[in-house]
């Protein structure tokens, strides 16, 4: 049978900037292969990460040491932390976040130095771990849906889609990975975003930031093209997350991929841009669907 142009919701994540907060919202069926499918496999994650918490089914916490926290039935959160503490006055530039009328390199041109919040280092860094095992298993699961003998799972609306998958690296260090994927409908709605939409994209990204490094210089920018050139950027030599137009995926989306990206902070900033995009144009093609169905109800 032809192959739809879709495939079955596992996973929905949203980042709020308000609070900076990435909420995660699995659908049973990722749960049930997660545990019974040899795709997923999840006992092999917890043998590599023995603190690793997976009990999705209970009102607990989820992942690495219980980063994620249980909000409700199959819904769980993670608030970004400041990853510094005891603010005072940089040494090297004197506070003026300037040296030699370059952004001072001690304190990223906040004027402020600090002290590295262990705690909430270790926090970042679990988050971190999690999203990776989630992302490996996401990337692992969508392929048995198009096995040449299997039925797959047709979704008619689109809340029951996969809209987005993300793939971030095991050790988030120099040379970090993060690649993602977008459903061609997304692309195309994310293309026509709106000013405010895409201040909206940019100002997630800024807002993980600020949290991180508590509120960098705005100097710094954190772009969103969208247009023939579809890019994600934030702070570093080019570091972007740039849809790969030479390669459809699974027919029904297209891969973005990294360039020069340098760490868990910068990962965790091009993954709010990803989510908003996502979560943004969802809100546009659902807004469509209602007004098409009202159209026909007449």
Do not use: K, P
């Given at each position: 049978m032809p192959l739809p142009n879709t495939i079955p919701r596992f996973l929905t994540m949203d980042y709020d900037p308000d609070t900076t907060t990435f909420r995660l919202v699995f659908d049973e069926r990722f749960l049930t292969e997660a545990e019974t499918s040899p795709n997923g496999n999840i006992s092999v994650h917890k043998a590599q990460f023995p603190t690793l918490i997976w009990s999705p089914r209970t009102n607990g916490d989820l992942g690495i040491d219980g980063c994620l926290v249980f909000e409700s039935p199959l819904a769980y959160r993670y608030t970004l932390p400041c990853l510094f503490k005891n603010p005072r006055s940089c040494p090297k530039c004197g506070g003026t976040g300037y040296d030699d009328d370059c952004i001072c390199f001690d304190c990223r041109g906040t004027g402020t130095k600090r002290d590295d919040d262990v705690e909430a280092r270790k926090s970042f860094h679990d988050f971190g771990h999690t999203l990776h095992i989630i992302s490996d298993l996401l990337r692992r699961l969508v392929f048995p849906f198009y096995k040449p003998n299997s039925v797959p799972l047709i979704p008619k609306h689109v809340s029951d889609m996969q809209t987005m998958l993300f793939f971030?690296?095991?050790?988030?260090?120099?040379?970090?990975?993060?690649?993602?994927?977008?459903?061609?409908?997304?692309?195309?709605?994310?293309?026509?975003?709106?000013?405010?939409?895409?201040?909206?994209?940019?100002?997630a990204m800024r807002s993980v930031n600020d949290r991180l490094y508590a509120k960098q210089s705005a100097v710094y920018e954190f772009p969103f093209y969208h247009g023939n050139h579809f890019e994600l950027q934030v702070p570093g030599s080019h570091s972007a997350l740039i849809l790969d137009k030479k390669i459809a995926s699974w027919q029904c989306g297209q891969d973005l991929y990294c360039h020069n990206v340098d760490g868990r902070p910068s990962q965790m900033m091009l993954m709010a841009g990803l989510a908003t995009i996502d979560r943004l144009a969802r809100k546009r093609l659902a807004d469509t669907n209602v007004r098409r169905q009202f159209a026909l109800d007449l």
């Open positions: 971030v690296d095991n050790d988030g260090g120099r040379d970090s990975d993060i690649r993602g994927w977008l459903h061609d409908d997304i692309i195309t709605v994310a293309q026509t975003f709106t000013e405010e939409e895409t201040a909206s994209v940019c100002e």
